[in-house]
């Protein structure tokens, strides 16, 4: 990447891991909140590295960004979550320059999300975009990357049917219980956890269960007040939790907290009680499942569930492929004009440098000088002369490296590095 003037850094990477080599669990240690994220950036930037966005969803947690060395990332990760750098080797990914471009495009456009055309995540790199931008972590490359990716993603959604169809995982949650609890509208049913996927699993619940005995629980009581009055649900005191576990038949688990919240020593019920663990970290103890009564279903599994819907989207992969391949052209042939960049840059410093001194002689030599009209002229001259050489350099059948060589020679133009 040295050679496009974006970085002093050689290369981008992507380094990550996801569901396809990480289980609930792996995928746990390497999870990032947001105070974890920001620790994350808050270090990058002390080591100098120049651009970074990280991501950390339920199901994969990426670094991109600019070094010498793909470790300083994982280093970076792994000192600001609970994974080892070993257990990253294990299942971990790591991609390199137009590797790295191609990663984030399949990711944002919802070709490598758990269930496919799940566009979750392209939220999540705009927002993780932001908080680098606000940190001063976010070069212009990187910017333009995740523009072209929303731009793909944008278009995959409009111009295919990749993500028709109620298929999510707090869908799938609710499909789950329909086909494995008898009588649901009757059912006691406890939500805990208002985050994103906990709000969709409930709206998911009133549309499809019809039931009037949903409870809400969640750490912070007004963001589940707030949802809660939008479906007309009741809403319990965290302290409370306990006490809804005995009464409830269905628990749905969605928060972001990073160690179990539940676990077999709080559960006193004894009647059947199926709970679905939608968090990562995994926040319901496996140590739930020594109890008779209770059946634990986690995440992953959820999302291997497969139906019509998701049939019928794979037919659609090809198109979004093509798009992502127009959409990465367009972005390519920007990043390649970033090579002469530099030159045009100093050639048309250069240009004005002669324009000034001409300007000055006729000053001296003219009494009515008009200042104004001579520097329109020569600045709508000079603009010309750039752009031309610029086309001529984006030209695909002229060698770009000979001419920018002939340019600096012919002008005598200084070396320049980055813009």
Not at 278 to 297: C, W, Y
Not at 406 to 413: A, G
């Amino acid at each position: 990447m040295h050679q496009y003037n974006i970085s002093k850094s050689k290369y981008f990477y992507a380094i990550g891991l996801s569901y396809k080599k990480a289980d609930a669990d792996v995928r746990g240690h390497f999870s990032l909140d947001d105070t974890a994220k920001l620790a994350l950036l808050n270090q990058a930037k002390k080591n100098a590295i120049e651009s970074l966005v990280v991501t950390s969803t339920c199901n994969r947690t990426e670094i991109y960004g600019f070094a010498e060395h793909p470790f300083q990332l994982i280093q970076l990760l792994c000192e600001n979550t609970r994974g080892t750098v070993e257990e990253f080797q294990k299942v971990a990914y790591v991609y390199k320059n137009n590797d790295a471009i191609a990663h984030m495009f399949r990711v944002g456009s919802g070709l490598d999300s758990q269930i496919l055309g799940d566009f979750e995540i392209i939220s999540q790199l705009k927002k993780s975009a932001r908080v680098s931008k606000n940190l001063g972590l976010l070069n212009h490359f990187t910017e333009r990357l995740i523009n072209a990716v929303i731009q793909a993603s944008k278009r995959i959604k409009n111009e295919t049917e990749i993500s028709s169809g109620a298929t999510s995982v707090s869908f799938a949650s609710v499909q789950y219980i329909f086909n494995t609890v008898a009588d649901v509208s009757n059912k006691n049913i406890l939500l805990f956890g208002t985050g994103k996927i906990g709000r969709n699993t409930c709206e998911n619940l009133v549309k499809h269960t019809k039931n009037e005995h949903i409870t809400l629980i969640n750490r912070t009581k007004d963001k589940a007040e707030q949802i809660a009055g939008k479906f007309n649900l009741l809403v319990k005191d965290y302290a409370n939790l306990q006490e809804e576990i005995q009464t409830s038949d269905i628990i749905i688990v969605a928060t972001g907290a990073q160690r179990p919240t539940i676990d077999k020593h709080i559960i006193q019920t004894k009647k059947p009680l199926l709970i679905l663990d939608l968090s990562i970290p995994k926040n319901v103890d496996d140590n739930v499942e020594e109890l008779d009564n209770v059946t634990l279903v986690h995440l992953d599994h959820l999302s291997q569930i497969t139906d019509k819907t998701l049939e019928a989207r794979k037919a659609y992969i090809p198109l979004a492929e093509l798009i992502i391949e127009e959409v990465k052209a367009e972005f390519s042939s920007w990043l390649e004009t970033r090579k002469f960049a530099p030159t045009i840059k100093a050639l048309k410093a250069k240009l004005h440098d002669f324009a000034a001194a001409e300007l000055d002689t006729q000053r001296r030599k003219n009494s009515d000088f008009n200042e104004a009209q001579a520097a329109l002229i020569s600045n709508n001259i000079i603009q010309k002369i750039t752009n031309h050489f610029a086309h001529h350099l984006k030209d695909d059948g002229i060698p770009t490296d000979e001419s920018l060589e002939l340019i600096k020679k012919v002008f005598q133009l200084q070396p320049t590095t980055h813009v």
